[in-house]
């Protein structure tokens, strides 16, 4: 069964960090790139970074550049997104989603999708 489970959510004050991490079984890990995804009530879902174990690529939206790093630890089959200098607007549900191949396949869909966790960023 394939599982894509997201944690490290929480309420945190403008200027605050928060780890979240994507736990990954039921499929070959190092053939998936794995992206973070949210969305905010009200609006559309959007792209926040992506990971690539077959090609080492990784790619951030502009609005998190600097501010959040995507890492991935595949003998714990885990992928990272510390996210530091929280700002109110990335208040959100975050989602980890996998995709076969690399960060460039998320264009045609992800495969796999997890639950979200929900991000607060108090002002």
């Known amino acids: 069964e394939v599982q894509l489970q997201a944690s490290g959510g929480g309420l945190v004050q403008a200027g605050g960090s928060l780890r979240l991490s994507c736990a990954a079984s039921?499929?070959?890990?190092?053939?998936?790139?794995i992206g973070w995804f949210r969305q905010a009530p009200g609006k559309e879902r959007e792209g926040v970074s992506c990971i690539s174990s077959r090609d080492g690529r990784i790619y951030y939206a502009n609005s998190v550049k600097g501010r959040f790093t995507i890492s991935s630890d595949n003998a714990v089959n885990t992928v990272y997104l510390q996210m530091n200098s929280l700002k109110p607007e990335d208040s959100a549900v975050y989602y980890c989603a996998a995709v076969y191949g690399t960060c460039d396949h998320i264009y045609y869909g992800m495969d796999y999708w997890g639950k979200g966790t929900l991000v607060t960023v108090s002002s």
């Open positions: 039921g499929f070959s890990f190092a053939d998936y790139a």
